[in-house]
């Protein structure tokens, strides 16, 4: 675990993850991380072109993505650099976005263990007593260790 403030953490990961993701890059050009505490975190992002499905609102595929993205960051959030791999996902869509909406994100981790991390993810769109659910999921993780990543004698 780091030294860093739950902010810091999730900014530091999200820097280092978007570093090195093609994905990430191209459907989350404007993403802000808004606030971070122990264990969760908010973030925004207009919705853009790139999330868009043929019929003009926001790809399913997109929510998927940000409910495993949110859920590493939730991680994060507790001072873990390396979130893990997912092991699974599942996302109740429940209403939808077109291009322009911003995207609110809440990634809560409800339990991060030495080897499973479980998290649940909130997106809405709107502000303030104005917003409602897109999607909410939740997502498990495998949590790959510092020292398991090291070569055994």
Not at 65 to 90: F, P, R
Not at 93 to 110: F, H, M, Q, R, W
Request: proline share 3%; with cysteine; glycine share 12%.
């Amino acid at each position: 675990m780091s030294g860093k403030t739950p902010l810091e953490s999730v900014q530091a990961c999200w820097e280092r993850v978007s570093a090195n993701s093609p994905v990430y890059n191209f459907f989350f050009t404007g993403m802000k991380i808004v606030s971070a505490e122990h264990g969760s975190m908010v973030a925004s992002i207009p919705v853009n072109g790139n999330m868009i499905n043929s019929k003009g609102g926001l790809h399913g595929s997109v929510s998927a993505t940000i409910v495993d993205w949110a859920g590493g960051m939730a991680i994060a959030s507790t001072g873990l650099e390396k979130t893990g791999l997912s092991t699974d996902i599942h996302v109740s869509y429940v209403s939808t976005a077109k291009e322009g909406d911003v995207l609110t994100i809440e990634g809560k981790a409800n339990k991060v263990g030495r080897n499973m991390g479980f998290t649940t993810v909130t997106i809405y769109k709107g502000t303030g007593d104005q917003q409602s659910v897109v999607a909410h999921g939740t997502h498990t993780k495998y949590i790959l260790r510092d020292q398991e990543s090291k070569p055994q004698p």
